[in-house]
């Protein structure tokens, strides 16, 4: 018989659906102690809970308790048609995106799992009642199951979803108003199956608060307030490419603290909690690379520098949009590996210093050598280096004779960009400056289709000549080709691939020039951000 193995911290929410599922299907599933080490090995992720079935490893909670599931079709909680089936997914995805969010961020402080935050406590009351509203309603007929007429998995997922809160922090008051959630709740929870796996379910009676927690009772969700341009003048993405330019520069230090903000972002430590598992510095490094690829949801929102340092510890430091760090707890599950704390909020010399100690070094933090570091400055960049096209955008100036050395070539990635001058054929026919100038102001009108993947300089020079020379995503500018008909005027000529000084020159030279190009007079310059 094949065997199977769970990996999964001690009474995590998201091992129930699987483990009850076994249970109701007959099947044996031995629950390994918990290593997040081993974890971050077998985890494409990096991420529990794992299950592993002999000869192959499966992840995520919900595609493991599917598995495990349709291992008995028999018993039905699988569904008892593709109809049904596909019904059972609707809930479970209802579950993570409508319930297990506001969950985490009410009932995580009072377990200890995250720091407390009052307004982030209230919505997140807010945001749980209105997905037990939708509930309510499914459930308000009588019906005693989410899906058919039998438990399924969906009734196992989301009264998995639910546990945590309504033992700890929804009390009678709170649930009042969902009386048929709470009937088919117990009767779930009641069943053997159920207790064989989170034992006798006792009710919250009075909510367990948080320290600095202020009791409030949750409202109607407000309408969503009108937008309005930020006042703020921190710039994220140009703040990510500075740091990647330079990380240990005082200047570029300098630079963040001339313009951040502590009204619209927060700064926060982390240290790892495991760190005594730790044993080889290679599975240490990928469980930093397993949390940065998990934080890549929320990249506009945050940017971190992450060290392996001493006897495999794990020290970083974030900066979030914000008051807390809520953003990325509801995105990467592998923040409770960590503890946070807050430097500031004001920006004191000691916070200051205490900034510089994470991101401005290279050999030695807080006293210990550093043995990796990793940065997480964009998507790409958070998986091992990459290019971000928008923060190159954000920066450019031909004003900067050292911009392409500070914040270009070294980020630049020649497997997935690639560099091609161009020249306008038609040269001998252009007779006026302004008609000129408007085949250019064309050209890049009818690039705007494909502005994510492409940037660009083009001058009007000489005898109305027009050069260019653009960035492309890809190996070719086969996009642009396909997005502009206009690029059939010009005679193309990629720079490279390779960044040899010959090719940084080229670049150079025609980026940031602003007077003259191959001695030729500019007349005219066009960027295409």
């Known amino acids: 018989m094949p065997s199977y193995t769970l990996h999964a911290p001690p009474g995590s929410f998201r091992a129930f659906p699987i483990l009850i599922s076994a249970e109701y299907n007959g099947i044996d599933i031995q629950v390994a102690e918990f290593d997040a080490k081993q974890v971050a090995e077998l985890s494409p992720t990096g991420k529990a809970p794992v299950l592993e079935t002999g000869k192959h490893v499966l992840f995520s909670s919900h595609a493991i308790a599917r598995y495990v599931t349709n291992l008995r079709r028999d018993t039905g909680i699988c569904g008892a048609s593709i109809l049904e089936s596909a019904s059972i997914d609707a809930w479970m995805d209802f579950a993570s995106a409508e319930l297990e969010l506001p969950s985490c961020v009410w009932f995580y402080p009072v377990a200890g799992y995250m720091p407390f935050n009052q307004d982030a406590y209230l919505k997140a009351k807010n945001d749980f009642a209105r997905g037990l509203a939708t509930?309510?309603?499914?459930?308000?007929?009588?019906?005693?199951?989410?899906?058919?007429?039998?438990?399924?998995?969906?009734?196992?997922?989301?009264?998995?979803?639910?546990?945590?809160?309504?033992?700890?922090?929804?009390?009678?008051?709170?649930?009042?108003?969902?009386?048929?959630?709470?009937?088919?709740?117990?009767?779930?929870?009641?069943?053997?199956?159920?207790?064989?796996?989170?034992?006798?379910?006792?009710?919250?009676?009075?909510?367990?608060?948080?320290?600095?927690?202020?009791?409030?009772?949750?409202?109607?969700?407000?309408?969503?307030?009108?937008?309005?341009?930020?006042?703020?003048?921190?710039?994220?993405?140009?703040?990510?490419?500075?740091?990647?330019?330079?990380?240990?520069?005082?200047?570029?230090?300098?630079?963040?603290?001339?313009?951040?903000?502590?009204?619209?972002?927060?700064?926060?430590r982390c240290n790892y909690d495991y760190a005594e598992d730790n044993e080889e510095l290679e599975a240490t490094k990928e469980i930093v690379t397993s949390f940065m690829k998990n934080t890549e949801s929320v990249k506009d929102s945050c940017f971190g520098v992450m060290h392996v340092c001493g006897k495999l510890e794990i020290e970083g430091l974030w900066l979030f949009k914000g008051a807390d760090p809520e953003v990325i707890f509801g995105a990467n599950e592998d923040t409770s590996w960590f503890t946070w704390s807050q430097l500031g909020p004001d920006p004191s010399d000691k916070v200051k210093e205490a900034v510089a100690q994470i991101?401005?070094?290279?050999?030695?933090?807080?006293?210990?050598?550093?043995?990796?570091?990793?940065?997480?400055?964009?998507?790409?960049?958070?998986?091992?280096?990459?290019?971000?096209?928008?923060?190159?955008?954000?920066?450019?100036?031909?004003?900067?004779?050292?911009?392409?050395?500070?914040?270009?070539?070294?980020?630049?990635?020649?497997?997935?960009?690639?560099?091609?001058?161009?020249?306008?054929?038609?040269?001998?026919?252009?007779?006026?400056?302004?008609?000129?100038?408007?085949?250019?102001?064309?050209?890049?009108?009818?690039?705007?289709?494909?502005?994510?993947?492409?940037?660009?300089?083009?001058?009007?020079?000489?005898?109305?000549?027009?050069?260019?020379?653009?960035?492309?995503?890809?190996?070719?500018?086969?996009?642009?080709?396909?997005?502009?008909?206009?690029?059939?005027?010009?005679?193309?000529?990629?720079?490279?691939?390779?960044?040899?000084?010959?090719?940084?020159?080229?670049?150079?030279?025609?980026?940031?020039?602003?007077?003259?190009?191959?001695?030729?007079?500019?007349?005219?310059?066009?960027?295409?951000?």
Request: hydrophobic share 40%; charged share 25%.
């Open 359 to 529: 991101w401005s070094v290279d050999k030695v933090v807080l006293g210990k050598e550093i043995k990796d570091t990793q940065i997480f400055a964009d998507a790409a960049g958070a998986a091992g280096g990459g290019f971000d096209l928008a923060s190159w955008k954000s920066t450019f100036t031909n004003e900067d004779s050292g911009i392409l050395d500070k914040s270009f070539w070294p980020i630049y990635n020649k497997e997935e960009w690639s560099i091609w001058r161009c020249t306008y054929d038609y040269a001998d026919d252009n007779e006026e400056l302004e008609a000129t100038k408007e085949i250019v102001t064309s050209f890049m009108k009818n690039t705007e289709s494909v502005k994510n993947t492409s940037f660009g300089v083009m001058h009007v020079c000489g005898k109305l000549e027009v050069e260019g020379l653009w960035l492309f995503k890809g190996a070719d500018p086969e996009d642009l080709f396909g997005a502009n008909e206009d690029t059939s005027w010009f005679t193309w000529n990629q720079l490279g691939p390779d960044a040899n000084d010959k090719v940084k020159a080229a670049v150079a030279k025609i980026w940031l020039a602003t007077k003259d190009l191959n001695g030729k007079e500019i007349k005219d310059t066009q960027v295409f951000k």
């Open 135 to 268: 509930l309510e309603s499914h459930l308000l007929s009588g019906r005693e199951y989410l899906v058919g007429d039998q438990l399924t998995l969906a009734d196992i997922v989301v009264v998995s979803t639910l546990l945590y809160p309504l033992k700890l922090v929804a009390d009678p008051e709170y649930l009042a108003p969902y009386p048929n959630v709470l009937r088919w709740f117990k009767a779930s929870v009641t069943q053997a199956e159920f207790v064989a796996v989170i034992g006798t379910t006792e009710m919250c009676k009075k909510e367990l608060l948080a320290a600095g927690c202020s009791k409030t009772k949750a409202q109607p969700a407000p309408a969503a307030p009108e937008t309005t341009s930020s006042s703020s003048s921190f710039d994220l993405n140009s703040w990510k490419s500075a740091y990647v330019a330079d990380p240990t520069s005082k200047g570029t230090m300098e630079q963040f603290w001339s313009s951040y903000d502590k009204e619209e972002w927060s700064i926060w």
